[in-house]
Nanobody
Framework: QIQLLESGGGSVQPGESLRLSCEVS????????IGWFRQAPGKGREGVSC????????VYADSVKGRFTISRDYAKRTVYLQMNDLKPEDTGVYFC?????????????????WGRGTQVTVSS
């Protein structure tokens, strides 16, 4: 009965920003973690960032550290991914997935339920 919906993608120029949202239906985000993964054409899913099921340490891929920020709004059942200083290499379809644990990891197999993704395109 749990569903995820990504939104906020778009087409921007390098250096600009986007904020992605992952809304989870009928649940509290306090009970599980959320991971953001992205997929470029012809490639597998790459872990971007994750936030644990409870307050704790978030995780970022080295490629986005310092530029992206993950956060959550429990009342809105939504996890956000603020993406600043976007680069062409950030282009891809961004997916959010549900994963359990008080510690999160950017390992795809740990996430069993996914949204349908939102497209992010960064080009000049």
């Amino acid at each position: 009965q749990i569903q995820l919906l990504e939104s906020g993608g778009g087409s921007v120029q390098p250096g600009e920003s986007l904020r992605l949202s992952c809304e989870v239906s009928r649940t509290s985000l306090q009970t599980f973690g959320i991971g953001w993964f992205r997929q470029a054409p012809g490639k597998g899913r790459e872990g971007v960032s994750c936030i644990p099921e409870t307050d704790g340490n978030v995780v970022y891929a080295d490629s986005v550290k310092g530029r992206f920020t993950i956060s959550r709004d429990y009342a809105k059942r939504t996890v956000y991914l603020q993406m600043n200083d976007l680069k062409p290499e950030d282009t891809g379809v961004y997916f959010c997935g549900i994963g359990g644990g008080i510690v999160c990891y950017l390992t795809e197999r740990l996430y069993d339920l996914w949204g349908r993704g939102t497209q992010v395109t960064v080009s000049s």
